[in-house]
């Protein structure tokens, strides 16, 4: 692959990382929430991953990819609400979700801030986050790492770790598939022996140190991490060019 040699900015390496949790997945449903895994299920698309599906966003299947804020130009198909739930069911989709709070063993919280009884902070509620990680590939973007959000124990669990799953048994574990988280630091996984976070790679000029601050668990950091891979030149230019050229992406992601 052609390397560029062009400045990398922080967000268009998030673009990437979230693009790569697409890799390999063949024929399935892209479901991304949030400016950065939208650019970067389109990018997957029209490089290394082309037959993803994708929607507007609403109800249709789409059969361009536009750039972000213009309208497709090709409907392939018709897929309410109730449809796409059935979809959630089957398993044949990859969703991206955010986090308001994530622990190291994956719950996601996204309804509240606090205890339950008397929360701080309501936030959106559990939503589908439940039957989404019980039932599809479930990756995370979090465009702000910090020690808030990648938290202890989270206040509520509204998307299910691997300690949640375990602990509720075989019909929670079955389909239960945690795949990559992103941040604006680095991206982890949970490839470890009791299904923990660890740090797969930190985006080019973030310290290991950085990452271990930003952090309230104990998180599995080398010393030396390696880092997230560069865009080619083919890849850069479609994202700047072609699907974002307004720059979105700058506004999502943290210094």
Known sequence: MTRTTATVTRAEYCVIACAEAWRGDGEVLAAP???VPTLAARLAKLTFAPDLLLTDGEALLIGDVPALGERSAVTEGWLPFRRHLTMVMGGRRHVMMGASQIDRFGNQNISCVGDW????????????????????????WIPRHARRVFVE??????????DSAAAAGPSAT????????????GVFDFATPDRSMR??????????????????????????????REPTA????????VLD??????REVGP
């Open 117 to 140: 009884h008397h929360p701080t902070r309501q936030l959106l509620g559990v939503r589908g986050a439940p039957v989404n990680t019980l039932n599809n590939p479930v990756s995370y």
């Open 174 to 185: 079955r389909y239960h598939d945690l795949r990559r988280v992103v941040s604006n630091l």
């Open 153 to 162: 124990k989270v206040d509520m669990v509204s998307g299910v770790g691997h």
């Open 199 to 228: 740090l797969v790679s930190a985006h080019p000029g973030v310290p290991a140190a950085e990452i271990r601050e930003a952090t309230s668990f104990a998180l599995a950091v080398p010393d030396e991490p390696p880092r997230t």
């Open 234 to 241: 083919a890849e850069l230019r479609l994202i700047r060019a």
């Open 33 to 35: 929430m949030g400016t």
């Open 245 to 250: 050229p307004t720059g979105l992406r700058e």
